[in-house]
T-cell receptor, first 111, second 112 residues
Framework: DVKVTQSSRYLVKRTGEKVFLECVQD?????MFWYRQDPGLGLRLIYF???????EKGDIPEGYSVSREKKERFSLILESASTNQTSMYLC??????????FGPGTRLLVL | QKEVEQDPGPLSVPEGAIVSLNCTYS??????FMWYRQYSRKGPELLMY????GNKEDGRFTAQVDKSSKYISLFIRDSQPSDSATYLC????????????FGPGTRLSVLP
């Protein structure tokens, strides 16, 4: 079974804080993704990575950065958290010719 | 027009009913179609993954793709309260890249 884990299920941060969300997959997948999910808007791609140290912007990268130093780990960084970044953050991974597998999600509240 | 449209629901049905969930899309280049189930406060889990037009069955679930109409469906037979969740459709242009597009999801409640 594919396993994608995320470092926190719930997180509360203050405006202006730097926030790290971490994702780990155990299936040696090449591609990893970060999405945010908001009611009525569905899943929106923030960043993805197709290899170690490689990253590509998704649809809504503003205010976020990512890091992929090891194949199994993909981190999402909110440089200076703002209230409009309150959301559910979902990490996913995939390998070629397969679909995406998601982690359990992190609910982030920025006060 | 959004790239993928999905009725948000909520859809409430009695236990044992047949459920039909639908998505329409605008980009005829989509080749791969997926359905995910997402329980409250959890990540989406893959239910069905299909390529091209036709039907695919897995237990109580049947995925149907009509590329000529740009319409996909998920049927759930003998629905159970445990099927209560949000169902997301997703589609992609190819099997190699990152071009996944998700629908906003339909919330389903199966009442005992």
């Amino acid at each position: 079974d594919v396993k994608v884990t995320q470092s926190s299920r719930y997180l509360v941060k203050r405006t202006g804080e730097k926030v790290f969300l971490e994702c780990v997959q155990d299936m040696d997948h090449e591609n990893m993704f970060w999405y945010r999910q908001d009611p009525g808007l569905g899943l929106r791609l923030i960043y993805f990575s197709y290899d170690v140290k490689m990253k590509e912007k998704g649809d809504i990268p503003e205010g976020y950065s990512v890091s992929r130093e090891k194949k199994e780990r993909f981190s999402l960084i909110l440089e200076s958290a703002s209230t409009n970044q309150t959301s559910m953050y979902l990490c996913a991974s995939r390998t070629v010719k397969e679909t995406q597998y998601f982690g359990p999600g992190t609910r982030l509240l920025v006060l | 027009q959004k790239e993928v449209e999905q009725d948000p629901g909520p859809l409430s049905v009695p236990e044992g009913a047949i459920v039909s969930l639908n998505c329409t899309y605008s980009n005829s280049a989509f080749q791969y179609f997926m359905w995910y189930r997402q329980y409250s406060r959890k990540g989406p889990e893959l239910l069905m993954y299909t390529y091209s037009s036709g039907n695919k069955e897995d237990g109580r679930f049947t995925a149907q793709v009509d590329k000529s109409s740009k319409y996909i469906s998920l049927f759930i037979r003998d629905s159970q309260p445990s099927d209560s969740a949000t169902y997301l459709c997703a589609m992609s242009l190819d099997n190699y890249g990152q071009n996944f597009v998700f629908g906003p999801g339909t919330r389903l409640s199966v009442l005992p």
